[in-house]
C-alpha cells in the first residue's frame, strides 16, 4: 500500500511537470562558501532558456506540489468574465498583460517595444500627481489612475497607445573610445478618458526578473538597515535609506523591499498589485477593481467573482502564486574560476560599484519555507534607495522615495537575460542596450563609481563587464 502511495504522489509530480512545461531536471547546487553559489544553497547550475523557472532545493513536498499549481497560475492566461473557465476569468477590464507571464515571460524581464507599432512586453508606465494620500503613496492621475493600461476587454475602451522615442547622446572615454546612449521619451497617444491632469508624471518601468525573491524577503530587516547611511556619515558619497511604505495586510509602515523604488512590503502585496494593475484581477489584498471614476464601462464590466464579497482570484490560489514567486531559485554565478571574471570582479569593487551593490548578506528565519533560512547569498544589493541623478530622474516618487531615487536592482541573473529572454536591456526603463550602457547611465551617488568605470583602459572595462556577464 505505502508503494503504491509513493507511486502516485511520484506520478503526480511527473504529470504536474509535463503538463507546466518544465524541465525534469536542474542540478542542485552543493555546499560551499564560495561566491558561485549566488542564492547559497537555493542555487542551481542552470544556463538553458528555462534557468529563472526553477523551485530552490530542499522544499517541502507540499510546497513543490504547490509551487507547480502556482506556475499554472502564473503562466496560463485569464479570461473575460463570465466564461466556463470560472477559476481563471475576470481578466480587466481594463488590463496590461493577460498573465504574469505576460510581462515575465519565462520568469524572467520585461523590454521596451523595438518598433514602431510593437506592444510593450513587459514594460507599463505608472502615472502619479505629486500630492500623496495619508501614507505617503502618490495619488493617482484622476482620469487614468496609478498605472497606463493599453488593453480593454470588448465593450471596454482601452485608455490610449503608448509611443516611446529615442534620443542618441554620443559620448567618449578618455582613452578615446566612443559610446552612444539613448534617452527615451514617453508620449501617451489616444486618449479615451479625458485628459491627463497637467500635473501627472510618467514613468516607465520594466518587469524584473522573478529569481531570489524569497530569498530577500528572509533578509531581516536589521541586516538591511545596517547597510543604510541617509546622511553618509563615513563621508563615501553613498547615502542609501530604506523607503517606508504602507502594509496593507498589517495596516503598519514597513520597510520597502520590491518594485524599483522599493515602494512593495512583501511578495504578498507585490503579487497582488501585479494581479490588480496589470491585468486586472481581484485578490484578497486589494478586492477593488481599479477603474477610474470617469471609465463608466469599466465600473459597470461584470466581475469574475462567483460569489458575493469574493475575490477573482480567490485566498487558495492567491497564495500558491506567491508561494511560486518566493521559491524560484538563483542561478549559480558561470565562470566563477576564470582569471578575467575574478579580475572583472575586483575591479567592481576598486570601482566603486559594491558601496550599493552589496555582495554577500545572510538571510534569517523564513517563517514558511524553512529552505530560504540561513542562507548566505550574493545577490549585489543592499535593497536601499539612492539618489541616481537628474538623468535616471522620473519625477514620480513614492513614499520616502523621491524621483531620482531608485532601489538598488539585484544583480543575480543579468548575465541571462539574452539567454532567457533574448534581449540585454537594463535599467528601471529598458533604456540601456547592453550592461556598459547601463554603467555609463549612473550618476548621483553612482558617479564617483560611473567615473572609475569609465578612466579603466578598454581591457579592464571588458573585464568588469565580463565578471557582470557571468552573475
Known amino acids: 500500500m505505502r508503494k503504491n502511495s509513493l507511486l502516485i504522489s511520484s506520478l503526480y509530480l511527473l504529470l504536474s511537470l509535463l503538463l507546466i512545461g518544465l524541465p525534469l531536471l536542474y542540478v542542485k547546487a552543493q555546499p560551499s562558501d564560495r561566491h558561485e553559489l549566488l542564492g547559497g544553497q537555493a542555487s542551481i547550475f542552470n544556463t538553458t532558456p528555462n534557468a529563472f523557472g ?20 502564473f503562466n496560463q492566461n485569464w479570461v473575460t468574465a463570465p466564461s466556463s473557465t470560472t477559476a481563471r476569468d475576470g481578466l480587466g477590464p481594463l488590463f496590461n498583460a493577460r498573465s504574469c507571464a505576460g510581462c515575465h515571460f519565462k520568469d524572467g524581464r520585461g523590454r521596451p517595444p523595438e518598433f514602431d507599432g510593437e506592444m510593450p512586453t513587459g514594460l507599463l508606465v505608472r502615472l502619479g500627481i505629486p500630492e500623496k494620500d495619508i501614507h505617503g503613496s502618490r495619488l493617482p492621475d484622476p482620469n487614468y489612475g496609478l498605472q497606463f493600461q493599453p488593453e480593454a476587454i470588448g465593450g471596454v475602451a482601452k485608455e490610449g497607445d503608448l509611443i516611446i522615442t529615442y534620443e542618441e547622446l554620443a559620448g567618449t572615454y578618455p582613452d578615446g573610445s566612443s559610446y552612444s546612449l539613448r534617452k527615451p ?41 545596517a547597510q543604510a ?57 486589494f478586492p477593488e477593481e481599479g477603474c477610474a471614476l470617469a471609465q463608466v464601462d469599466c465600473l459597470s464590466a461584470l466581475s469574475g467573482s462567483n460569489l458575493e464579497g469574493e475575490s477573482e482570484i480567490i485566498a ?18 558561470r565562470d566563477f574560476d576564470n ?87 537594463y535599467l528601471h526603463d529598458g533604456r540601456a542596450r547592453n550592461l556598459e550602457e547601463a554603467i555609463l547611465w549612473h550618476g548621483g551617488e553612482a558617479e564617483t563609481a560611473r567615473h572609475n568605470f569609465m578612466n579603466l583602459d578598454k581591457l579592464e572595462r571588458d573585464k568588469l563587464l565580463r565578471f557582470l556577464s557571468s552573475l
Request: charged share 15%; hydrophobic share 40%; proline share 6%.
Open 339 to 425: 582569471p578575467d571574471v575574478i579580475q572583472g570582479q575586483q575591479l567592481f569593487g576598486s570601482a566603486g560599484c559594491s558601496g550599493c551593490h552589496l555582495d554577500t548578506l545572510k538571510t534569517g528565519i523564513h517563517p514558511t519555507i524553512p529552505a530560504l533560512s540561513q542562507q548566505t547569498i550574493h545577490p549585489y544589493t543592499d535593497l536601499l534607495l539612492h539618489d541616481m541623478g537628474e538623468r535616471l530622474a522620473d519625477k514620480l516618487g513614492d513614499f520616502q522615495a523621491s524621483g531620482s531615487e531608485w532601489r538598488t536592482p539585484p544583480l543575480w541573473g543579468v548575465g541571462l537575460f539574452q539567454t532567457v529572454n533574448g534581449h540585454s536591456y
Open 185 to 225: 521619451s514617453l508620449h501617451l497617444e489616444n486618449l479615451a478618458y479625458g485628459d491627463l491632469h497637467p500635473d501627472t508624471a510618467l514613468s516607465a518601468r520594466v518587469a524584473n526578473q522573478m529569481i531570489g525573491l524569497g530569498l530577500l524577503e528572509a533578509l531581516a530587516e536589521e541586516t538591511i538597515m
Open 54 to 73: 526553477q523551485p530552490i532545493p530542499g522544499l517541502e513536498r507540499s510546497q513543490e506540489l504547490f509551487f507547480f499549481v502556482g506556475n499554472s497560475f
Open 316 to 333: 487558495d490560489d492567491f497564495l500558491k502564486v506567491v508561494l511560486y514567486s518566493s521559491s524560484l531559485s538563483v542561478p549559480a554565478q
Open 229 to 285: 547611511d541617509p546622511n553618509d556619515q563615513n563621508g563615501d558619497g553613498i547615502s542609501g535609506r530604506p523607503n517606508w511604505v504602507w502594509d496593507v495586510l498589517n495596516n503598519r509602515m514597513t520597510l520597502g523591499r520590491f518594485g524599483w523604488k522599493a515602494e512593495q512590503p512583501s511578495i504578498l502585496q507585490q503579487t497582488a498589485a501585479a494581479f490588480s494593475g496589470d491585468i486586472g484581477i481581484t485578490s484578497p489584498i
